[in-house]
């Protein structure tokens, strides 16, 4: 049987249409569920192997981009989350669900000890919301990023700059848990310059892990630049493709996490048979 993905949604998340897509476009069957929904209900989790928390401004941003959400959360699921995490599943937090994850503390979960809240995703350092596309260069173990180097997809964020403390970081490095880091166009690094790196992100962390690699937090949208007619660029490769006689491929950059979230399940059942 195909992994299941559940999506959340509620209270200002709006981008788990586009998330569930992703999921099914790539052959996993899934659901959106309400947050109050899965609360009624957390034993929904165990019928699952991947949760996704999209993006979107829940509660507004009032209390801290992700905090109120993230409260919710750990006040009502947290068991059920530290199971679930506990099995071999795979989670992702895009945008408002990368703060919502590192307001839990499911990242970075340094021992796979989850609840230590030893990272910010805070204001970004123009004080102003900013949309626009960026380039990633991609160094990851994670099963979502298998076989991903680099990446150009979008960011929508007002609150998006990853803060830390010096033994934070340096063990995050130690432990390859930072996933993603904003590059210029050509692959160097943006030196926190705006606007390669859109928010003055500390070593211009863009995604990083729990030490397993099975839990994303992603502040750019992968879910927004997964087909090729999404792109920025799209009209000059589209005309350089037609003078060369070529065919643009459907799917960019953002599809591969996807992907691999449904290989991944698949080498696993291969493995268990």
């Known amino acids: 049987m195909s992994a299941k993905v559940l999506v959340l ?136 990023l298998n076989g991903v180097s680099s990446m150009h997809v979008p960011v929508a964020h007002g609150e998006g700059r990853f803060m830390m403390s010096d033994d934070t970081l340096n063990a995050l490095k130690a432990n390859g848990q930072i996933a993603a880091n904003y590059v210029k166009p050509d692959g160097s690094p943006a030196n926190e310059e705006f606007p390669f790196n859109p928010n003055g992100s500390l070593s211009d962390i863009a995604a990083i892990t729990d030490q397993s690699g099975k839990v994303l937090a992603v502040m750019p949208h992968p879910e927004r630049g997964m087909f090729t007619w999404q792109r920025d660029d799209y009209d000059y490769l589209k005309d350089a493709a037609q003078r060369e006689g070529k065919t643009l491929p459907e799917t960019t950059d953002g599809m591969p996490l996807f992907a691999n979230a449904a290989k991944y399940f698949e080498v696993a059942k291969k493995d268990v048979a």
């Not at 019928?47 to 979107?56: H, K, M, N, R, S």
């Not at 009502?76 to 937090?93: K, S, Y």
């Not at 307001?103 to 626009?132: E, H, I, W």
Request: with cysteine; glycine share 12%.
């Open 9 to 144: 949604s509620g209270y200002g998340l709006n981008c788990e249409e586009e998330t569930l897509h992703a999921f099914e476009y790539n052959g996993l069957g899934g659901n959106i569920r309400h947050i109050n929904d899965l609360i009624e209900n957390p034993a929904e989790l165990k019928d699952v192997q991947v949760l996704a928390i999209p993006g979107g401004f829940s509660y507004g941003d009032d209390t801290g981009s992700g905090n109120g959400f993230a409260q919710k959360m750990k006040l009502a699921l947290w068991d059920a989350l530290q199971e679930f995490a506990a099995r071999d599943t795979l989670t992702i937090g895009i945008c408002n669900g990368c703060q919502i994850l590192a307001n839990l503390g499911m990242v970075p979960g340094f021992n796979n000890q989850y609840g230590d809240r030893s990272v910010a995703v805070t204001y970004n350092k123009t004080a102003r919301y900013q949309c626009r596309w960026i380039d990633l260069k991609v160094e990851s173990n994670s099963p979502w």
